[in-house]
């Protein structure tokens, strides 16, 4: 079993549309999360981190954790082509600094 | 901030030659940086872990005569490829945890493209 688990994808939705992107993990004391976008050919860019159960909104993006179920999500409102990219899901245990990465969900957004 | 960078951005070496890439954090001290390398449409795979005045701690099955790490400062960690061959030719990128970050998130530099011909 993957420590972090992602849907592959691609998951292609209109623009301006809600993109549902998904992630389990695996060790019950991982304590932060992040979600890292990562478009073609470049690195990783740190989206946003969460930590607590809930969700967390930055702008067009929402992080939501369920420690219990073991779940991170991302949610990206108001899709735009410029979202098209593969987005990696992480998790690391705290005061550990091994960060978990998944296999990434590569995301199509349609103009 | 949390800017980090990597230098070259793109080599191309023959087979046999060594090759040196930098990782700068420019704005942060970094005790820990990470190399990893990333072949075409796979996922991101962990090298090592750098730690600043230490040896670094490599992955499972990830040479490390081969791929020599140096954390000599808190702002610069380089990674060496020896006699490089072409099935070395990836995607190497670093990352540094800021001692600003709560969390261990951490900060990519740009990666660097190595084909070794």
């Known amino acids: 079993q993957k420590e972090v688990e992602q849907n592959s994808g691609p998951l292609s939705v209109p623009e301006g549309a809600i993109a549902s992107l998904n992630c389990t993990y695996s060790d019950r004391g991982s304590q932060s999360f992040f979600w890292y976008r990562q478009y073609s050919g470049k690195s990783p860019e740190l989206i946003m981190f969460?930590?607590?159960?809930g969700d967390k909104e930055d702008g067009r993006f929402t992080a939501q954790l369920n420690k219990a179920s073991q779940y991170v999500s991302l949610l990206i409102r108001d899709s735009q082509p410029s979202d098209s990219a593969t987005y990696l899901c992480a998790a690391a245990r705290a005061g550990g600094f091994k960060t978990i990465f998944g296999a990434g969900t590569r995301l199509f957004v349609k103009a | 901030g949390a800017v980090v960078s990597q230098h070259p951005s793109r080599v191309i070496c023959k087979s046999g030659t060594s090759v040196k890439i930098e990782c700068r954090s420019l704005?942060?001290?970094?005790?820990?940086m990470f190399w990893y390398r990333q072949f075409p449409k796979q996922s991101l795979m962990l090298m090592a872990t750098?730690?600043?005045?230490?040896?670094?701690?490599?992955e499972q099955g990830v040479e490390k005569d081969k791929f020599l790490i140096n954390h000599a400062s808190l702002t610069l960690s380089t990674l060496t490829v020896t006699s490089a061959h072409p099935e070395d030719s990836s995607f190497y990128i670093c990352s540094a945890l800021s001692d600003r970050g709560q969390y261990n998130e951490q900060f990519f530099g740009p990666g660097t493209r190595l084909t070794v011909l």
């Open positions: 969460i930590y607590s159960n």
């Open positions: 704005d942060f001290q970094a005790t820990t």
């Open positions: 750098s730690n600043e005045g230490s040896k670094a701690t490599y």
